[in-house]
């Protein structure tokens, strides 16, 4: 009882069970690469962050405690955090990129499944400028235009540049104008350019018919006209008629110089001064302590007032030895010079009374003045002005007047970027002189002040211009030809160059057609086509003895010529033809040349020599030789043997031409007409001659074939060649030789065989018809 009514108490035990957590997953990075990028030069504490994480639930366990880099020796570190710094300063030109292999560890130190990979590039310090651009760009000549920065763009390393100027120049400080040394002549140029009629070149290359500039220094080159050195010892002076200009209506004076630092005495550039006694200077262009000095004195009928006489250029391009373009416009009493196509004002100008009247007659001088002919130290240098064409570019913004620079502006860096993408070099030239054009680029960047706020470095470049081919020129036609006496006596005379023709060739490399699989053995086959352009110089030459003008001379229409704006300059030496035209122009021209000698009775024959260039003498064409022969006419001989016999013919000899021993005789009246009867005696003849020659080889055979004979029989030879056996009998119908002429005129050749001496001849078989046999039919053999 007592245990039934006890009472019973149940307790109850919190009992905690700790499970440890066990390192099962290891630590994955959340990217799978990480990139980046620093400029050298540079230390950076923190590059890039690098984050594993870890799918394990204790923090002992799922927390990232520890990275590190595997890729040894390389110049990063890494700390716990993932953060990659750089240990040293890091260099472009040493590596462009660094490739790091990165791991992890959770804080169990289980390692990362798998490491990432970490790319750092280096970018090299920033430097505003232009980038995309080869220094070197290749020009081919006849392809057009070329685009010179077709990638180019400009770098502002984030600058806050507000606008940019950029400026392209083509550096043209070589000899000559423009983007290449254009090489036709001073008058070629006038006349493409279409300069007035009555210009005037005071510096001709030397010629025959200038001949004043002939012991000048020269360069002596071809790729231009020839460039002249004054230095103080040589002066030319100018001959009178050259210069026709007056001096109260406008001219200009145009003169390419290069001068270097100037000195206290006077430079004379042109002088014009008195001949005799006063030596007074009409007009004279000079220099003087760097200055440009034109001197221009009144025609004294104009009164004796004051009036500008001394015009004064003070400019920096007379003495910075390099090569500029002086134009001097003069329009009184307004002067203005023009250098390199940028006009200048005279600053100061000085008048002064018009000179007192006078009949002296002035002597123009380049170099020097008349009067101090020993002249100063100079060091001026001339050269005609050329022209070529040099830009082709979008958008137009601004171009100097010499074509030679071109500059962009803008608010938009990238619109200038494109318009300088769009700036081409354009050569119009067929064939323009090989070599190098100097390109520089030069930029100002401004920022919000209005202010240069970025130094952009210049850039300097060139344009390669290749070989072009260059054209061969050929000269072809009649080259040898007779006439009659009468045909050179008459007025017309006879033409040179009746049929010449003149043509241009270049030679160009063709590769071979094929797929690409062809045979590599296979060479490129060279292909000749013939092209058209200019030329600016013929010239014909007498071969041998020079004209007598006074009874001999080379002519053509003046008209004609001048009609085509060609100048024709001839001496006893022959005739030159210039100017600048096309190839069917001269041939036009040449045609027209005709040579006359009204006293032909002591001549024989006559020689020329053509030879044509263009570009001032840098492609020349071969040398065309013509040779002309005169046939002479004999006076009828009556024979009484045949006077009865034979009826006379009138016959005008000097129209009718043959083919005599391979020369081309020219028929200019194909339908003369030779009577019958002549004709079949000249035939008869003729055959009989034939029959008598071959009758005369059979003689000769038979004495040899004796000969042989004596000697197999034993017989003494009592001479080694029978005179006797070679009997023949020629002509034996009293064949007379018309002219001994015909043998230097028609064949004039002498043949020497076994010692021997063989002279051809040409005679009349008919001497009752000599006269009119002589026109239509001659015989030509060799006699001993």
């Not at 009609?563 to 041939?587: F, P």
């Not at 129209?655 to 020219?666: E, I, K, M, P, Y």
Request: net charge negative; hydrophobic share 35%.
């Amino acid at each position: 009882k007592q245990c039934l009514l006890q009472k019973c108490f149940i307790s109850r035990a919190t009992v905690h069970i700790q499970v440890n957590d066990v390192n099962e997953y290891s630590p994955v990075f959340k990217e799978k690469s990480y990139k980046a990028t620093v400029i050298e030069g540079k230390r950076y504490d923190n590059i890039l962050k690098v984050e594993a994480v870890d799918a394990d639930c204790s923090p002992q366990f799922s927390q990232i405690c520890n990275y590190e880099i595997v890729t040894p020796d390389v110049p990063f570190a890494i700390d716990k955090d993932g953060y990659i710094k750089n240990t040293e300063k890091l260099s472009y030109g040493k590596e462009h990129q660094y490739k790091l292999t990165v791991t992890a560890y959770d804080c169990g130190k289980k390692r990362a499944a798998e490491d990432v990979l970490v790319k750092i590039s280096i970018k090299p310090t920033c430097k505003p400028g232009w980038q995309g651009w080869s220094k070197r760009i290749e020009y081919e000549p006849g392809t057009g235009s070329l685009a010179l920065f077709p990638s180019m763009r400009l770098e502002t390393c984030d600058e806050p540049i507000t606008s940019i100027q950029a400026t392209v120049e083509l550096e043209t400080n070589h000899i000559g104008k423009g983007c290449d040394r254009d090489t036709y002549s001073e008058k070629s140029i006038h006349r493409l350019c279409g300069a007035a009629s009555g210009t005037a070149e005071l510096l001709p290359s030397p010629s025959s018919a200038a001949n004043w500039t002939i012991g000048l220094p020269t360069d002596n080159g071809h790729d231009s006209d020839q460039v002249f050195e004054f230095n103080g010892t040589q002066a030319v002076k100018i001959p009178d008629g050259v210069v026709t200009v007056n001096l109260k209506e406008p001219f200009m004076i145009s003169v390419w110089m290069r001068h270097g630092p100037g000195t206290k005495e006077k430079e004379t550039i042109l002088c014009n001064s008195d001949k005799t006694d006063m030596n007074r200077h009409h007009y004279t262009l000079y220099l003087h302590n760097c200055r440009l000095v034109f001197l221009f004195r009144q025609d004294p009928s104009e009164g004796k007032t004051y009036k500008p006489a001394e015009f004064h250029w003070k400019l920096n391009q007379v003495c910075d030895k390099e090569w500029h373009h002086y134009v001097l416009n003069v329009e009184f009493p307004a002067v203005t010079l023009y250098v390199d196509g940028v006009s200048y004002d005279p600053f100061p100008v000085t008048e002064d009374y018009p000179l007192h009247p006078s009949k002296i007659e002035t002597q123009l001088v380049v170099g020097a003045c008349w009067q101090e002919y020993t002249g100063n130290e100079n060091d001026n240098e001339t050269l005609p002005e050329t022209s070529a064409g040099c830009w082709s570019f979008f958008p137009t913004i601004h171009m100097n007047p010499s074509q030679s620079a071109v500059t962009i502006e803008g608010d938009d860096i990238d619109r200038v970027d494109k318009a300088m993408q769009h700036i081409s070099y354009l050569n119009s030239r067929q064939f323009p002189t090989p070599g190098i054009r100097r390109l520089k680029i030069t930029s100002t960047a401004k920022c919000f002040n209005e202010e240069p706020c970025v130094s952009i470095p210049s850039v300097e470049g060139y344009v390669m211009v290749l070989q072009p081919e260059e054209p061969k020129i050929s000269l072809s036609g009649i080259n040898h030809f007779a006439r009659s006496a009468s045909e050179f006596e008459s007025s017309e005379g006879i033409s040179l160059f009746p049929e010449l023709r003149i043509i241009s060739t270049i030679t160009r490399e063709v590769e071979p057609d094929g797929d690409g699989d062809e045979d590599p053995t296979v060479q490129e086959s060279l292909v000749s086509e013939e092209i058209m352009h200019n030329l600016d110089t013929c010239e014909v030459t007498v071969v041998g003895e020079e004209l007598n003008q006074d009874q001999e001379s080379l002519e053509v229409d003046m008209t004609r010529l001048q009609q085509k704006g060609i100048e024709m300059s001839s001496s006893n030496l022959g005739m030159i033809i210039t100017g600048v035209d096309t190839m069917a122009s001269y041939e036009e021209v040449l045609h027209l040349i005709r040579y006359r000698n009204w006293h032909s009775v002591s001549l024989f024959d006559r020689k020329f020599k053509l030879v044509c260039s263009e570009l001032n003498g840098r492609y020349v064409s071969n040398e065309f030789k013509v040779e002309v022969n005169v046939i002479h006419t004999a006076n009828p001989i009556e024979h009484a043997n045949h006077i009865a016999a034979q009826p006379q013919f009138v016959h005008p000899v000097h129209h009718t031409f043959v083919d005599l021993s391979g020369h081309n005789l020219a028929n200019p009246h194909p339908f003369s007409v030779v009577p019958s009867t002549a004709t079949v005696v000249i035939v008869v003849c003729v055959s009989f001659l034939v029959f008598m020659i071959i009758l005369g080889v059979f003689r000769i055979r038979a004495a040899h074939q004796r000969t042989m004979r004596d000697q197999d029989t034993g017989k003494e030879n009592e001479m080694d060649w029978d005179d006797s056996a070679l009997t023949i009998t020629v002509n034996p119908m009293e064949v007379r030789l018309v002219s001994q002429h015909f043998t230097k005129n028609l064949l004039g050749e002498e043949h020497y065989v076994d010692g021997g001496q063989i002279r051809l001849w040409c005679a009349v078989t008919a001497p009752a018809y000599s006269e009119a046999a002589c026109g239509t039919a001659m015989v030509c053999w060799r006699c001993w």
